[in-house]
């Protein structure tokens, strides 16, 4: 497929990191980051760069630096090993089944939460795709399913043609899911593609399809971008957008408001503002204070209609999807409630936490 001949002219090496970047250095240093956390940025993504400027919000998503070697985190922050039912196949909350479909993406994001997997091994990927289907079957309480990975269109269109045929054919199923980064980082994956859009279109007819995508920044939205985003709607998918609330890229109100209006004006829903995770490698990059964090998303809602207010900020923990609600009576206390639980014991529970000036995350 002509996309896939695509990918393989992104950058993935030391070497062509450091013809593209002058403050880049090709050496053993930097070969041994890559090896650690690949990199592959596509040559799309990579024509939104300021090369001129070291502190791009583009380029950190993408491009490597040494802080992704600080060892503090943790490389499963939610908990996804011990909700693993299967290889590839998780299921947190009883109504929604996540599909781990593949390891690859168009583009290697530096603050990704699978940074434990993505790009480097498929040990954690659903091979025995039968096992899934029947798990799926066998368990109505499940309602819907996320396929993701990776990137969920990194798979080849017949993959994504067996899955549709097999859960549209589930009857407790109400939609399904996909978690793809391509209408950001790779659009042509969808335009240059009529297969993809058919398939879409057919199996949208038998049960609802959602794309769960992630814009960051109001510089991703451009015509490339835009028209992934009207071939999705024009093939009769509902698009959501999950940001990630990340230092240095749109921990501003301004920048996360202007943001949410793209939104709104492209027929996307906003659906999460997500803290990022302390991950390894990630903590110490991205992480924005949750003091700071609701001051930013508070001042990005009052930018907003009242279409651009839908969304949630939310951490995503052990023990379930937590909304940080707003700041309690006394100094530095934040309400929190569980949006969605692992246990029914915290299904719905508000509690709230005072929290220090750096606190990023809490247990």
């Known amino acids: 497929m002509k996309w896939m001949q695509e990918l393989q002219k992104n950058v993935t090496t030391g070497e062509e990191l450091a013809c593209c970047f002058p403050d880049i ?26 090369k001129d400027d070291v502190q791009d919000p583009i380029r950190k998503m993408c491009v490597p630096s040494f802080g992704e070697l ?6 499963d922050t939610s908990g996804e090993g011990e909700n693993t039912v299967l290889q590839g196949l998780q299921h947190k ?26 790009g480097k091994v498929a040990e954690e990927t659903a091979v025995d795709r ?23 269109f990194l798979n080849e269109n017949s993959v994504l043609q067996e899955y549709l045929e097999n859960l ?13 980064k391509t209408p950001v980082t790779f659009p042509q994956r969808i335009t240059e593609d009529g ?39 024009e093939a009769g998918i509902i698009v959501k957008n999950q940001t990630v609330l990340l230092k240095g890229v749109n921990d501003s109100g301004e920048v996360l408001g202007e943001l949410l209006k793209c939104f709104t004006r492209m027929g996307i829903i906003p659906y999460y503002v997500f803290q990022c995770r302390p991950v390894t490698g990630v903590l110490n990059q991205f992480q924005v204070p ?6 930013i998303v508070e001042q ?64």
């Not at 600080?70 to 490389?75: F, T």
């Not at 530096?110 to 940074?115: I, S």
């Not at 639980?341 to 915290?346: L, P, S, V």
């Open 300 to 363: 990005a809602k009052n930018m907003q209609n009242g279409n651009g207010k839908c969304f949630r900020y939310i951490m995503s923990t052990r023990r379930g999807k937590i909304e940080i609600l707003g700041k309690g009576a006394g100094d530095n206390e934040m309400i929190f409630k569980f949006h969605q639980a692992k246990r029914q014991e915290d299904k719905g529970r508000i509690f709230v936490r005072t929290l220090g000036p750096d606190d990023c995350w809490i247990e």
């Open 168 to 180: 549209t054919a589930i009857p407790h199923l109400d939609y399904i899911r996909f978690g793809t």
């Open 195 to 233: 297969e993809l859009k058919e398939l879409l279109c057919r199996y949208g007819k038998k049960k609802q399809i959602y794309v769960i995508t992630q814009f960051n920044h109001s510089r991703e939205f451009t015509e490339q971008s835009e028209a992934a985003v009207k071939c999705l709607q």
């Open 290 to 295: 949750l003091l700071r964090g609701y001051e």
């Open 93 to 118: 909350y009883s109504q929604t089944a996540l599909v781990l479909s593949t390891d690859r993406c168009a583009m290697y994001c530096r603050y990704c939460f699978r940074k434990r997997m993505v």
């Open 130 to 152: 039968e096992s899934v289907y029947r798990y799926i079957r066998e368990h109505p309480e499940i309602t819907n399913v996320l396929v993701s990975g990776g990137d969920a």
């Open 70 to 75: 600080d060892l503090e985190g943790d490389m």
């Open 25 to 50: 250095q090709s050496d053993r240093r930097t070969e041994e980051m890559i090896r650690k956390y690949p990199v592959s940025i596509p040559a799309y993504y990579l024509s939104l760069i300021d």
